[in-house]
């Protein structure tokens, strides 16, 4: 199986500040055949199901603010919030979708300073 | 508007058994793969079965295989999950997600609102 990692657990940001999130997988989920990474962003408010914020690694899915931004390739990967607003608390997970099971991240906890 | 209601969580002992289900409305549900995915209180995701429409292949993460069967009803817009030999560590809100293609191996954009799974005597 192929483990996600991210780092840190949790983090505190002030308003307007950039927040960044690591996520390393235990493998390369990047398939050359069609030069993608297989790696998703989610955000998950309390008491609310998780919403998708970017796939294959760096395009953002419709609808998400453009602060939000991934990147990455192979085995490391990067969620960045580049300015801080009050409804960005919650907690982000990585995902892999290259290969069976499809592992989530712990997850990383985002709260204001 | 996509719509994933969730239904059939509850209180089961274990070893008992539940069937989920999720209806699907507001996209042509035989399109695209679907997967369930667990919370267990105050803990992360885990992806437990996924179902993919391009070949009808059906997949499960190693804690529920052999116990857990994803099925789904095209003509009904509905998903399933039989889950049998239940145990406490199955305890769970279990969400129904969409997948944006036909193929699982792809991201999930749309996740209904769950439906609570207590394993417990």
């Known amino acids: 199986d192929i483990v996600m990692t991210h780092s840190p657990d949790s983090l505190a940001v002030s308003l307007g500040e950039r927040a960044t999130i690591n996520c390393k997988s235990s493998q390369s989920v990047f398939y050359s055949s069609n030069n993608k990474n297989y790696l998703a962003w989610y955000q998950q408010k309390p008491g609310q199901p998780p919403k998708l914020l970017i796939y294959?690694?760096?395009t953002r899915e419709s609808g998400v603010p453009d602060r939000f931004s991934g990147s990455g390739s192979g085995t490391d990967f990067t969620l960045t919030i580049s300015s801080l607003q009050a409804e960005d608390v919650a907690v982000y997970y990585c995902?892999?979708?290259?290969?069976?099971?499809?592992?989530f991240g712990g997850g990383t906890k985002v709260e204001i300073k | 508007e996509v719509h994933l209601l969730e239904s059939g969580g509850g209180l089961v002992q274990p070893g008992g058994s539940l069937r989920l289900s999720c209806a699907a409305s507001g996209f042509t549900f035989s399109s695209y793969a679907m997967n369930w995915v667990r919370q267990a209180p105050g803990k992360g995701l885990e992806w437990v079965s996924g179902f993919s429409d391009s070949d009808g292949t059906t997949y499960y993460a190693d804690s529920v295989k052999g116990r857990f069967t994803i099925s789904r009803d095209n003509s009904g817009n509905t998903l399933y999950l039989q889950m049998n030999s239940l145990r406490a560590e199955d305890t769970a809100i279990y969400y129904c997600?969409?997948?944006?293609?036909?193929?699982?191996?792809?991201?999930?954009?749309?996740w209904g609102q769950g439906t609570l799974v207590t394993v417990s005597s």
């Open positions: 995902q892999q979708y290259f290969s069976i099971p499809f592992i």
């Open positions: 997600a969409k997948l944006v293609g036909t193929s699982s191996f792809g991201p999930i954009d749309y």
């Open positions: 294959w690694a760096s």
